[in-house]
């Protein structure tokens, strides 16, 4: 017999013996337990990632809706000082004026009290002097026709508010709030301001 | 009725299953190494010669395949080729490691060697198995691989070529030249066994 064909018959019979060497199956349930696992902290670090980036979005978001509200609000408060007269409010109604306006009976009880003999003349004078118990005239109302009835009205203003009406208001603390009393016309218009504090 | 039926995971395809090995599917992986486990096992059992080193290499070869899935290209070779090829950088590693193994020089004596003449009797076929088989433990590492892949797993050459990435022509030189030498033990076998034929 020829040796060659003689080591091929022996090969193959020995690669049958081979082919009956099955995979231990320790290592099966340890690969499966290990897929899993491997998944699980595969998922877990995409979640953690994903959550950190919405985060990030978030904040950012924010940020941006703060960023925008504060423009906004400077924008808005800034076209409110330079072209509107501010809409007066009643804050409260009056009890008891402690001062009159000078050329206006001391009677004003209340808002909307109606004021006879209005005189403007009177504010004149009281304005060249600086008398916190007395109501100054308003630049503003320069060329107004005088109001057959005035209204007083209170009112929480800025100092540099008082720009608008014609009034000289110093750089120093002008964003501060003061407690004003405005005499307005029947017409709507202020005449005539003071601090009440 | 419908044709899109879930398929078992015994049904599906190699690229198929691992697919799903890479979103986590355990029964995938027990699919997998119920087709190729024993196979790459038996590769390491047979050059390692040591069954702890042939389960720790096995199972380290399918972790390799569970964390690179992505490297798998169902296109360029089988499966099976591509786990042997882990296996046998495993293995080799692990050589390295322990400092294992010897890399004899290739059998250049052998040339010259006549293989065509065989013995004219046989004193058992059970030892001449017996001794090839030591003869296959005792080759040097890299015609053993080549013995175990082409002889005993029946790999054809390109395929033994992809998986211990050498040319094929290496291949069948190294297979010529393992094949060289377990004739040389086998007929030492038969001239041991006819002087003990002669001397009874």
């Known amino acids: 017999m020829n040796s060659d064909r003689y080591l091929d018959e022996i090969l193959s019979e020995l690669a049958q013996e081979q082919q009956r060497i099955g995979a231990p199956e320790a290592v099966a349930a340890r690969l499966i337990d290990e897929t899993r696992l491997e998944h699980t902290s595969a998922s877990a670090c995409r979640n953690r990632a994903l959550v950190m980036g919405l985060r990030f979005a978030l904040v950012l978001i924010c940020v941006a809706i703060c960023i925008a509200g504060i423009t906004y609000w400077r924008l808005s408060d800034t076209d409110t000082a330079t072209n509107t007269i501010p809409v007066l409010r009643v804050v409260k109604p009056l009890p008891k004026p402690e001062a009159a306006v000078v050329g206006i009976p001391l009677e004003i009880p209340a808002v909307r009290h109606t004021q006879r003999n209005w005189n403007k003349n009177h504010l004149a004078a009281a304005s060249a002097g600086h008398n916190p118990e007395v109501f100054l005239a308003l630049p503003s109302s320069e060329g107004l026709p005088e109001p057959a009835s005035v209204s007083v009205l209170q009112t929480r203003i800025h100092r540099d508010d008082l720009r608008q009406f014609g009034l000289d208001v110093s750089p120093f603390d002008q964003s501060r709030a003061l407690l004003a009393e405005f005499v307005i016309g029947e017409d709507g218009l202020p005449r005539a301001v003071r601090i009440v504090r | ?200």
């Open chain 2, 1 to 200: 009725m419908f044709k899109w039926q879930r398929r078992s995971p015994s049904e599906k395809s190699d690229a198929v299953l691992v697919q799903a090995l890479r979103l986590g599917d355990g029964e995938a992986m027990a699919e997998l190494y119920r087709r190729h486990g024993a196979l790459v096992y038996r590769y390491v059992l047979r050059v390692g010669r040591d069954a702890s080193i042939a389960e720790e290499v096995t199972q380290e070869v399918f972790l390799v395949l569970l964390r690179q899935a992505e490297n798998f290209d169902a296109e360029r070779a089988a499966l099976s080729t591509w786990l042997c090829g882990i296996a046998r950088r495993q293995l080799w590693k692990h050589f390295d490691r322990f400092d294992q193994v010897e890399l004899a020089e290739l059998d250049d004596e052998l040339r010259g060697i006549s293989t065509s003449g065989g013995p004219e009797e046989w004193l058992s076929r059970k030892e001449a198995v017996a001794t090839v088989r030591e003869g296959i433990d005792q080759l040097p590492v890299l015609l053993k691989e080549v013995i175990v892949l082409c002889e005993l797993e029946e790999f054809t050459y390109e395929q033994a070529s992809v998986v211990l990435a050498v040319p094929v022509g290496t291949v069948r030189s190294r297979l010529h030249r393992a094949k060289a030498k377990l004739a040389l033990v086998l007929r030492g076998f038969s001239v041991c066994a006819e002087k003990e034929r002669k001397i009874r």
